[in-house]
Each structure stands twice: as structure tokens, then as C-alpha cells.
């Protein structure tokens, strides 16, 4: 269940009740792709970083260790020791970036395993009984993304047999929850956005699947190869349609201003993989803009990563040790950076929470907007 707390213009400071824990929002979610953030991070850890969701992937993890294991082995929360709110992604997204070869029809999709080629097929019915092993918190409902720009007319179908499938996606849902077997017989179901970059698709598929009073609604299909100004324009056309008193999440986005302007036209839940990414090739968000670890400059600076961050990292370790351990081959160097940025990620979003709770959200948007994504 959601709650609205209050408003800052159309930024919005919330609260998400579930299961597992309630989600301060706008909130990040960190992606544990396999169960597991890369990098060598444990869920442990992830407690100590001020993380809220956790993010696992429902194909991946059909592929290995197998979504009929990971149930036989007590579901993800105990088989990763995370104990809060995980959500998983229905795999739609990785068949349309990993599979090579896929055949979209209206019972689902055929592909090939990105891993050793076996024919793979997944519907909306399968996505769920696979989330449904995973006793994950929240599951995504299965939908078709496709590549920006895409035909006007292929996208109209496609937003159509999206919404087909979303519907058969809360049929399942309805039968898998009502099973003794089950693990997470209050699993929730949010629904997908789609579109490409047609304002009167992305408003008419919003409509229609609002009228399905799903626990929250997600815009999906961005940040796929659009510029981040189309990606702002589609935000401001659907959030009007988004139904109020439920969570809007813009999925797989992004860079610390894309959250910021995506928190200022009105979305409260996020997710991508770059905090992580960014740090294991040594790029890290610090409060001034982004900085490379790499660089020669830092060969004998005794400052930590980021002054005004009060992250386990900063506490401890100097910019010349984690470059010197980068230049070393060291895993110890990965760790570290992905630790501060999964911290920088998670108090930006606790930043603007507080800024929200003081009226200030404004003031704080338009001070950090020309900073966070410059380079150092």
C-alpha cells in the first residue's frame, strides 16, 4: 500500500507499505542482478549502505540457479540474506537486449539462452511462476520492450499485446497467490508503461492499464537509446495519467540528474546498474561531480574519495590507496568504489526526501542539477 506524505510542486515524498518493510520513497533500488550486487558486495553490506530495495532479475535467475531451486532453498530472501523488499524484473527487458535470435508471439516469447543457446520460451504466465518461486516482494508484470525509435504502427501492437499480457499477468498472480505452496502469498504486481516516444500511445496505454488498480505503476522502455530530453518529455506526458495514491517507477534510469528531474516531474522508485558499473571501472559520484579514480593525480592524495562523504569508504581509505589498487589488479579496489557509490546513491535519494519533508526540494534540484554529473 502507498501513501502520499506531501508534495514539492510535482515532486512526491511517500511511503510504501509491503511485506517485507516499508520504502521510504523516492527511494533507489539497487540492482542485485543474480542475487548479488557485482562487485563483491554481500546483502550484509547493503544494510550498512542505506539501502532499501533490493532489484534481482527474474530471467537471470531462471537460467541459474534456477528459479525451482531458489523456492526448494526458502525463496531469495533467506537464499541471499536480504531481509527487505526485493523486486524482480520480469525478464522482458533481457530478451530484448540479450537474445539474438527471439520470436515474439502472442503467447509469449521463444529465444535462446544467452548462456548455452538452449530454447528458452516465457509468456506472462511463466514470468509470474518463476517471480512467484523467487518470493520476491514485488513482481513485474511481462511486457514487450522494444528499441527507440521504433514504427508507429509496430508499437501500437505491441502496447496492445502488452496489455494483454499484463492482464494475464494479474489472472496469475491471483491463482499463484492463492496457493498453500506458495512463498510470498502477498507478492505485488506492478504494471508497465509502454510506447517508445509517441505521446498518444504512452498516454493511451497509461490509461488503460490504470483502470487495472495494480499496487503501482512503472514507465518502462526508456533509456534504451532515446536522448535524455525525450526521455523528460515522456515522463511529463504520462505522470498526469499515473494514478496518484500508487508508486510510479521509471525503470533502468539512471545518472544522479536524471533522477533529480525524474523526482521533479513527479516518479518515486528507481533502478540501474550504473552506480555499480561506474565504480568497477574506477568512476565514482562524489558531491562535486564524477571523478576517475585512475587518474595520476591521485597517486599520492591522502583525501578520501569525496569530503563531504561520511560512507564506511571515506571513513577509512585514501584516494592514493584505492588508486594504487586499481593499478594493482585488486578486487578490493572494485569493492570500495561500489560501496561509496551504492552510499552517494542511496543519501542522494535520502537528500532529497529530507528536502521534500522541508519544503526545499526546489532549492535543492536546481543546486545540484549542474553539479552531480560534471566531471572532476
Not at 89 to 101: E, H, I, N, P
Not at 313 to 338: D, P, Q, W
Amino acid at each position: 500500500m502507498y501513501k502520499l506524505i506531501k508534495k514539492n510542486g510535482l515532486a512526491r515524498r511517500g511511503e510504501l507499505t509491503t511485506p517485507h518493510g516499508t520504502v521510504q520513497t523516492p527511494a533507489f533500488m539497487n540492482v542485485a542482478t543474480c542475487g548479488a550486487i557485482k562487485g563483491a558486495v554481500s546483502a550484509l553490506d547493503l544494510k550498512e549502505l542505506r539501502c532499501q530495495v533490493q532489484l534481482c532479475n527474474t530471467y537471470h535467475l531462471h537460467l541459474r540457479p534456477g528459479d525451482e531451486n531458489v523456492k526448494k532453498l526458502g525463496g531469495l530472501h533467506k537464499f541471499t540474506l536480504w531481509d527487505k523488499p526485493i523486486l524482480t524484473d520480469s525478464g522482458g527487458f533481457q530478451v530484448f537486449s540479450l537474445a539474438k535470435l527471439r520470436k515474439i508471439k502472442e503467447e509469449g516469447v521463444y529465444f535462446s539462452s544467452h548462456i548455452d543457446g538452449r530454447k528458452i520460451f516465457m509468456g506472462p504466465e511463466e514470468s509470474m511462476t518463476i517471480q512467484s518461486n523467487l518470493g520476491s516482494t514485488i513482481a513485474m508484470a511481462f511486457d514487450e520492450c522494444i528499441e527507440n525509435p521504433a514504427p508507429y504502427d509496430y508499437t501500437k501492437s505491441s502496447c496492445d499485446r502488452t496489455f494483454r499480457w499484463l492482464c494475464r499477468c494479474r489472472d496469475k498472480m491471483k491463482e499463484l497467490n492463492s496457493l498453500e505452496s506458495t512463498i510470498n502469498r502477498q507478492q505485488m504486481l506492478f504494471g508497465i508503461n509502454q510506447g517508445s516516444t509517441y505521446d498518444d500511445l504512452r498516454i493511451d496505454h497509461m490509461k488503460r492499464i490504470a483502470e487495472l488498480e495494480l499496487e503501482g505503476y512503472a514507465i518502462g522502455g526508456l533509456a534504451v537509446g532515446e536522448s535524455a530530453e525525450e526521455m523528460y518529455h515522456t515522463i511529463d506526458v504520462v505522470e498526469e495519467h499515473m494514478p496518484s495514491d500508487k508508486p510510479r517507477y521509471l525503470m533502468g534510469v539512471g545518472t544522479p540528474v536524471n533522477i533529480l528531474e525524474a523526482v521533479h516531474r513527479g516518479i518515486d522508485m528507481f533502478d540501474c546498474v550504473m552506480p555499480t558499473r561506474n565504480a568497477r571501472h574506477a568512476n565514482v559520484f562524489t558531491w562535486s561531480g564524477r571523478r576517475n579514480m585512475m587518474n595520476a593525480r591521485y597517486a599520492l592524495d591522502e583525501e578520501p574519495i569525496d569530503t563531504e562523504c561520511d560512507c564506511p569508504v571515506c571513513r577509512n581509505f585514501t584516494r592514493a590507496y584505492i588508486r594504487h589498487l586499481f593499478k594493482s589488479g585488486e578486487m578490493l579496489a572494485m569493492r570500495l568504489c561500489v560501496m561509496h557509490n551504492i552510499w552517494f546513491y542511496n543519501t542522494l535519494l535520502m537528500k532529497i526526501r529530507e528536502a521534500i519533508d522541508n519544503d526545499s526540494f526546489e532549492e535543492f534540484y536546481q543546486r545540484y542539477v549542474p553539479i552531480l554529473d560534471t566531471r572532476i
